[in-house]
């Protein structure tokens, strides 16, 4: 469970990244942030990761939110094993090395997130997807019910798309709280309950099926977008799509 | 153009498995075997000859008390002279080390080592000070760690902006940090006494571990170990500092409180390093990268091997100093000389592994 209330945070004064922000993510529910570059969503998702402070407002979070950020390289190369391990620092004293314990709930989230077999692999070698799943299980073995994702499907090709969308499909129906910031309406569609549309003329937050249509979405985005429904296997979807005809008159 | 470190991919091999106690026991027992072989043949070697036979019952006396029939004026070299020597070259090598080794965490870049952000510029300056101003030992090392953590502090400052531990930064801070202390350093010189604080100063800045006494090696022992201590705690929470600061944050702990007790315990370290052996560079450096080749980037093996391979690296390179020429090579000059190229040469042969990736 994630609540923002009135939240505000700006990086100088006067100068608001977002401001009289208010909407929750309840058990079990996925919220996507969707905006265009530049638009705020990877700062929002800070601020309710509780990464960045807030300058206004207030942020309620059930537990400690897991955060899963865009993948990039390490440094040093650890072991995938080892970087999901990392994921339960906080339970584990200052002094203190990982036990048999925290290894085995890694690779029991890495099983849950179907990486098993990269257990063995330095990270830095991983392809993109790969280290954004490394990323999701350590998220996952920290043991958070809440996970606050930040572009998590931005840079992958599409069966990673798909593999990454499934999964927290999966996570969702375990009753976990999703905040995911995408830059594809079409994610938003197939996953999100509720929306948050950063757009130039201010946030508009509500629920997924009204929010993520025609006109909205090209407002937010500056182009023109429609919607259109097709049949996933006999259910009934949308997806979208920027008609090209327009652009070229 | 210098471009922020690319991912360095040497791994542990045992794959699923991960460190168990035997990928940590094993490098840290070959390590403490070299540590334990060097250090007899340091003990036996030098202008006055024992053998090691005779080293061994030497050391052997001391522990199980026996009528010892051997010269004194071996029992004396070998206790009094060699073996203090010995354990200040391998607190002071092992030191820099395991300090080198944290930083690079620290500052998530892998060309860190306490000479290039400073701090031993810093430690220096404070050292020279207690010696212009005529004060005891006490003071050296706490002159030489105040302006130790003075010198990371003020790097540290320099690099904490968004753009986060930016090689360019933290290579440009360090410069800036280090020449600022060597023109007080300078300074310190110009006002000493030239018959009497002087000399001692100029000596003491060369590095060296020539002039080793047990009373030394107290007071070099106290603060590494307490650094020491610290870091070899902190070992696993190195491993998640080194990942930066938001995901430090994001995995639950608090990255700045840990950063600032990493850091206090390398200038606590680095600064009782020079104050009894002056600066000694390249062992920060070279070490860390070799044991890293080795063992890979896990800290929990990572720091001790470390720790070993430096005091063996330096009771070796010291027992040259003080055997290959009828005079005596200051340290600091030889460690610098064979290092830099010992470096190089790794750095060419593994040089597809550790910076492309592969």
């Known amino acids: 469970m994630l609540e923002l209330r009135g939240a505000g945070f700006g990086y100088s004064p006067q100068n608001w990244v977002f401001k009289d922000l208010s909407f929750s993510v309840p058990p079990g529910t996925v919220t996507a942030v969707l905006g265009p570059n530049g638009s705020g969503k990877t700062t929002l998702a800070r601020c309710a990761a509780g990464l960045l402070a807030l300058q206004e407002g207030a942020v309620r979070r059930s537990e400690t939110a897991g955060y899963v950020p865009q993948a990039r390289g390490t440094t040093f190369g650890y072991p995938a094993l080892d970087m999901v391990i990392m994921g339960r620092a906080r339970h584990i004293g200052v002094f203190r090395s990982p036990g048999a314990r925290d290894r085995a709930a890694a690779l029991q989230a890495m099983d849950r997130v179907g990486i098993a077999a990269l257990a063995g692999r330095l990270f830095p070698t991983l392809s993109g997807g790969e280290q954004q799943l490394v990323l999701i299980a350590r998220a996952v073995a920290g043991g958070s019910r809440l996970l606050v994702l930040d572009e998590p499907s931005t840079g992958l090709d599409l069966k990673n798309q798909v593999r990454v969308l499934q999964l927290l499909r999966e996570l969702v129906r375990t009753g976990m709280s999703l905040l995911v910031s995408t830059h594809h309406p079409d994610h938003a569609l197939f996953l999100a309950d509720s929306v948050v549309l950063m757009g130039a003329e201010g946030v508009v937050t509500g629920p997924a099926g009204p929010l993520l249509a025609d006109a909205q979405l090209s407002a937010l985005y500056g182009v023109r977008v429609s919607t259109l429904n097709y049949d996933d296997a006999g259910t009934p979807r949308r997806t979208v799509v920027t008609p090209f005809g327009a652009a070229e008159g | ?358």
Not at chain 2, 41 to 64: E, F
Not at chain 2, 130 to 142: D, E, F, N, R, S
Not at chain 2, 333 to 352: D, H, K, M, S, Y
């Open chain 2, 1 to 358: 153009m210098l471009r922020e470190a690319q991912p360095l991919t040497t791994g542990y091999p045992g794959g699923r498995r991960g460190p168990g106690l035997r990928q940590v026991l094993g490098p840290c027992l070959l390590s403490l075997a070299v540590l334990a072989a060097v250090s007899a043949l340091a003990l036996a070697s030098g202008r006055y000859n024992v053998s090691l036979a005779h080293v061994a019952q030497i050391l052997a006396s001391r522990i199980v008390p026996f009528g010892s029939n051997l010269p004194a004026a071996e029992e004396n070299v070998v206790l009094l002279v060699r073996l203090p020597r010995i354990l200040l070259a391998l607190l002071v090598g092992g030191g820099l080390a395991i300090g080198g080794a944290a930083l690079q965490a620290v500052f998530r870049n892998p060309l860190v080592s306490p000479e290039v952000i400073g701090v031993s510029s810093g430690a220096s300056f404070g050292g020279a000070l207690a010696l212009l101003l005529g004060l005891g030992p006490i003071a050296l090392v706490g002159g030489s760690f105040g302006f130790g953590l003075l010198a990371l502090a003020i790097v540290f400052l320099i690099t904490s902006g968004r753009g986060g531990a930016h090689i360019l930064m933290v290579v440009l801070g360090g410069i800036v940090t280090a020449s600022f202390f060597s023109a007080l350093v300078a300074l310190v010189t110009y006002l000493a006494d030239p018959f009497t604080t002087l000399p001692a100063i100029v000596f003491w800045l060369l590095g060296s571990v020539s002039t080793a006494t047990w009373a030394k090696v107290v007071v070099a022992f106290i603060p590494i170990a307490a650094g020491g201590v610290v870091l070899l705690a902190l070992r696993w929470r190195i491993n998640v500092l080194s990942l930066g600061d938001d995901d430090t944050t994001a995995l639950g702990l608090r990255p700045r409180l840990l950063r600032w007790t990493v850091l206090s315990a390398v200038a606590l370290m680095v600064a009782g390093a020079v104050a009894v052996s002056g600066v000694i560079s390249w062992v920060g450096l070279v070490i860390p990268h070799l044991a890293r080749m080795w063992v890979g980037p896990d800290h929990r093996v990572l720091l001790p091997v470390s720790f070993l391979l430096g005091g063996a690296y330096l009771i070796a390179i010291d027992t040259i100093a003080r055997t290959a020429t009828a005079g005596e090579i200051p340290l600091g000059v030889l460690t610098a000389l064979i290092g830099a190229p010992v470096f190089f040469v790794l750095l060419r042969r593994n040089r597809e592994r550790i910076w492309d990736g592969a």
